[in-house]
């Protein structure tokens, strides 16, 4: 018996199956953990994909409710992420998943734009679990924000289905800005007749129609997000309306130079400057006639009134020449040319331009149409439209270049991971 073991031991395929015999548990053991590091990489890809959609699905929600309370907006962005985190019902939390807006830490602490979402799972782990006590946990964070997206210099902030934009007649408009509507019309901008549309992008809530008016190159982008009121935070108009004069008349040969002062009414048929400052027009009209000719530099008008049926209107009539433009630097109306109450009850703003006339800077409308037309001699370069609906009509013709000057863009937004 012995001799037949001593000559196993001494036989080549002996020592081969004992030393297979030695090393199977290191391989068996290799594979398993092999087996646990892939499912361990797996749940936690899954995991961190989960808090990425679940953080986005929360900034998504602050966009739409962009016009909504902070305490609103708040819950849902919490609800919008938690919906997202229920997507997946194969993963299993270790303890109870982070919303949050604003984050409390990372780089978009106290951000009410941005929303965190921190997760832990603990995956079951077949061989690691033999020799470790407790779980293993995973853990994943995301963090998305809205942010600015590109520049609008037209923005109609209607947000039922009548057309917030409507383009009919010869209207030529070349912009290298952005056009947009809050209207969920469909269409939501309208291109009528022989008129002709260029921007860098035409968006609205509602559909854009793919259309013949709209140039080669624009991009057309149907049922975005709401845009932002840009001026929505502005002090209320009605808080100008002190000391106010009666309504005036500008006439008569040679220049008058006007300081600012609140009236009931302004029209303007004569040669006028006006020195830097802010005027209010408290009820009735601002009418600057054909026959006038204006100037003044870092100037904003107010158009407000004694209740929402008075709020002032503004008329342009074509032939005038107007050369303004709104105040620069650290000022309350930094970049804002017109600034009408955001109270008045629906009405039409009529802008017609001369070819010797230019307008900078931001005419906000918040609650009240505009009809703009003009002709190509129109120095429009740096002026934006901000309106409840806007109209451009008949002959009119904007200027091509509306890139961002003194700090007066206007944005729309978008969601995007930040961490």
């Not at 590109?150 to 009919?168: H, N, Q, S, W």
């Not at 109270?343 to 009809?371: D, H, R």
Request: proline letters at 5%; one cysteine or more.
């Amino acid at each position: 018996m012995k001799s037949r073991l001593a000559k196993l031991i001494r036989c080549p395929r002996g020592n081969v199956l004992i030393a297979a015999a030695a090393v199977m548990p290191l391989v068996v053991g290799a594979g398993a953990v092999g087996v646990d590091v892939t499912q361990w990489a797996l749940a936690k890809r899954r995991l961190q994909r989960l808090a990425d959609s679940s953080a986005v699905a929360g900034g998504y929600a602050l966009q739409w409710n962009s016009d909504a309370t902070a305490t609103e907006r708040t819950a849902a962005a919490i609800a919008a992420a938690n919906r997202s985190l229920q997507n997946d019902s194969q993963i299993t939390f270790s303890s109870t998943p982070i919303v949050q807006n604003a984050p409390t830490v990372g780089a978009y602490a106290g951000d009410i734009r941005a929303v965190r979402v921190q997760l832990t799972s603990a995956p079951s782990l077949t061989f690691v679990s033999y020799f470790m006590s407790g779980t293993t946990e995973i853990p994943a964070e995301a963090t998305a924000a809205v942010l600015p997206d590109p520049k609008y210099c037209m923005v109609a902030l209607e947000r039922g289905t009548t057309a917030g934009i409507t383009f009919d007649g010869s209207t030529a408009l070349g912009l290298d800005c952005g056009i947009g509507t809050n209207s969920q019309g469909s269409p939501a901008i309208s291109a009528e007749g022989a008129s002709s549309i260029r921007a860098t992008r035409i968006a609205g809530v509602g559909s854009i129609p793919s259309v013949s008016n709209f140039s080669s190159g624009t991009e057309l982008l149907s049922y975005q997000p709401p845009l932002l009121d840009p001026y929505a935070g502005l002090p209320p108009a009605s808080n100008y309306a002190t000391n106010c004069g009666p309504a005036v008349t500008f006439e008569g040969n040679g220049r008058r130079n006007v300081t600012q002062g609140c009236w009931a009414g302004m029209t303007i048929r004569a040669n006028v400057n006006f020195a830097p400052g802010v005027y209010v027009i408290n009820g009735g009209q601002l009418v600057i006639e054909s026959s006038a000719n204006i100037t003044g530099e870092n100037v904003t008008f107010i158009l407000t009134g004694p209740s929402p049926s008075q709020i002032a209107t503004m008329t342009i009539v074509g032939g005038a020449t107007v050369q303004l433009s709104p105040p620069t630097g650290n000022h309350t109306f930094k970049g804002i040319l017109v600034y009408q109450d955001r109270t008045a009850l629906y009405g039409t703003n009529f802008i017609s331009g001369g070819s010797n006339s230019k307008l900078a800077g931001s005419l906000y409308f918040p609650k009240q149409a505009v009809q703009f037309s003009g002709n190509s001699g129109l120095d429009t370069n740096c002026m934006r439209l901000v309106a409840l609906r806007l109209r451009f009509t008949g002959n009119s013709a904007v200027g091509a270049n509306c890139s961002v000057e003194s700090g007066f863009g206007l944005y729309g937004t978008k969601v995007r991971l930040v961490g």
